[in-house]
């Protein structure tokens, strides 16, 4: 059996700090490239973050990138998303996914292409 488990979210004000963690059981991250997305009420799944196979390559999207850093320690099989200068248009519920791909150098930002996914975890921002 393969899972996939998110946790970190809550509900945090502007400007505070969360941290997102994704475990893996039954299976390995270490040839995985694994990914977070997020999806708020009424809009589409949309990419936040990807880390290689090996964790030297990440991507952001813009609306994140220099607040968010994306980082895997493939001992403890576990992919973490550090979140910080939150604002409240990050509220939403966060996945991670992953997907088998040793040697490719970078991954993709389209959810249909990673095989596993986390049950997803509520990030809420006030002002």
């Known amino acids: 059996q393969v899972q996939l488990g998110e946790s970190g979210g809550g509900l945090v004000q502007a400007g505070g700090s969360l941290r997102l963690s994704c475990a893996a059981s039954g299976r390995t991250f270490s040839s995985d490239a694994v990914g977070w997305f997020r999806q708020a009420p009424g809009k589409e799944r949309e990419f936040v973050a990807t880390?290689?196979?090996?964790?030297?390559?990440?991507y952001y999207a813009d609306s994140v990138k220099g607040r968010f850093t994306i980082a895997k320690d493939n001992a403890k099989n576990t992919v973490y998303l550090q979140m910080n200068s939150l604002k409240p248009e990050d509220t939403a519920v966060y996945y991670c996914a992953s997907r088998s791909a040793p040697g490719r150098v970078v991954p993709s930002t389209i959810p249909g292409w990673y095989n596993y996914w986390g049950q997803g975890t509520q990030v809420t921002v006030s002002s």
């Open positions: 880390i290689s196979w090996s964790g030297s390559n990440t």
